[in-house]
């Protein structure tokens, strides 16, 4: 049962169930009015400038009737309010799924067939399992060249770097990155050294003849916990010692500091980097630098191990789309005389996967 009263400050108070109580400021309340006096109906953006509200706004009138809260103010505006809204908005409800950590104890991996992405609930599954893992794998995609630029862009935009619009992983001479070599990859995150680093990453196999070459994926929130579990020192220094990461070619020299493990303001996680090829920790104290070289081992060790990583084979014709912020890949070495090995990769933004679910499941409430 809800309740509404203004309190002696022109607040709003909304009781919930005599166990929540809240005060809702008066222009906090003035600027969620979405009639369209206030609100472009096309495009959801104010017509008015909320900064140049009159400071002395007073609420006159209010009424809960159920879900919905009916108020007037003293410069004329009213409207209807939906209190689940309020309440969502107040708690910081999300419709985005939380992250969901995981090791290596999948029954199935998240695999979805590419012509069953069509289906508008199929892509939001797709979606919704991709938030949540940090990872999916798209089966039954074309081979041709190009189609991860079209897969891309059915999310978003395409994140351009020096590498280009995208770029192939294949053997050859003279590369200026070790993935465009035969040689294994131990478990990384991608461009820890640019600013911003891309958020998302998708690899599409256009052939994988040759004996090995094997993908690899391991969750960084995972293990991230589990040091926090268990290694409170550990996950304390790679929380606090910044890092710098370096890539250089002929044409272009990036730097980047960070954390291996970031943290927002609250003690959240927020991502992962790790790249034993690109980092310099910056100059710390002997005694620091042992704890963290440490802490360091001890990390890629559990980003090596058979508890966290997953391994498995990505065929011609099938995809990964994997959060390169939160979800460390690499690959077996590769016999490039026993068959041609092709991967065609690009990056996007977070805001496409997030921004795409939003919308879908926008339109899947409105139905």
Request: net charge negative; aromatic share 10%; with cysteine.
């Amino acid at each position: 049962m809800s309740s509404v009263s203004l309190d002696n400050n022109n607040c709003l108070l909304i009781q919930i169930d005599n166990v929540s109580k809240f005060s809702l400021h008066t222009q906090w309340l003035r600027e969620r009015l979405s009639e369209s006096d206030y609100i472009d109906s096309n495009n959801k953006q104010r017509l008015y400038e909320p900064s140049l509200l009159n400071e002395n706004l007073k609420i006159i009138k209010y009424s809960l009737d159920g879900n919905s809260l009916h108020i007037s103010f003293s410069d004329g505006a009213n409207g209807t309010l939906l209190l689940q809204n309020l309440l969502s908005e107040i708690n910081k409800t999300d419709i985005i799924p939380l992250k969901t950590p995981w090791k290596n104890n999948f029954t199935n991996l998240p695999i979805y067939d590419h012509e069953k992405l069509s289906n508008q609930k199929n892509l939001m599954q797709m979606l919704e399992n991709f938030q949540q893992l940090g990872f999916v794998i798209i089966s039954n995609i074309s081979k041709e060249e190009g189609t991860v630029i079209n897969f891309a862009e059915s999310l978003g935009p395409v994140r351009t770097t020096n590498f280009g619009k995208h770029f192939d992983v294949v053997s050859k001479p003279n590369p200026n990155d070790l993935a465009y070599t035969s040689l294994g990859l131990t478990a990384h995150t991608d461009n820890p050294y640019r600013k911003p680093i891309p958020g998302i990453q998708i690899l599409h196999c256009i052939a994988n003849e040759a004996e090995g070459g094997d993908s690899c994926l391991v969750d960084g929130f995972a293990i991230a916990e589990h040091l926090r579990e268990t290694d409170k020192e550990a996950f304390e220094i790679l929380t606090q010692t910044d890092v710098l990461f370096k890539f250089t070619d002929k044409d272009i020299l990036l730097e980047n500091y960070g954390k291996l493990i970031e943290l927002d303001d609250f003690g959240n996680y927020m991502q992962s980097r790790f790249s034993g090829r690109l980092d310099f920790v910056t100059y710390l104290e002997p005694k620091k630098l042992e704890k963290f070289y440490s802490a360091r081992r001890k990390i890629f060790n559990l980003y090596a191990s058979k508890e966290f990583e997953i391994n498995f084979r990505l065929e011609s014709g099938m995809l990964m789309m994997f959060d390169n912020l939160r979800i460390l890949h690499g690959r077996t070495e590769y016999d490039p005389n026993t068959g041609f090995r092709h991967l065609q990769g690009c990056y996007i933004d977070h805001d496409s996967t997030e921004g795409k679910l939003r919308l879908l499941k926008s339109i899947e409430a409105n139905k």
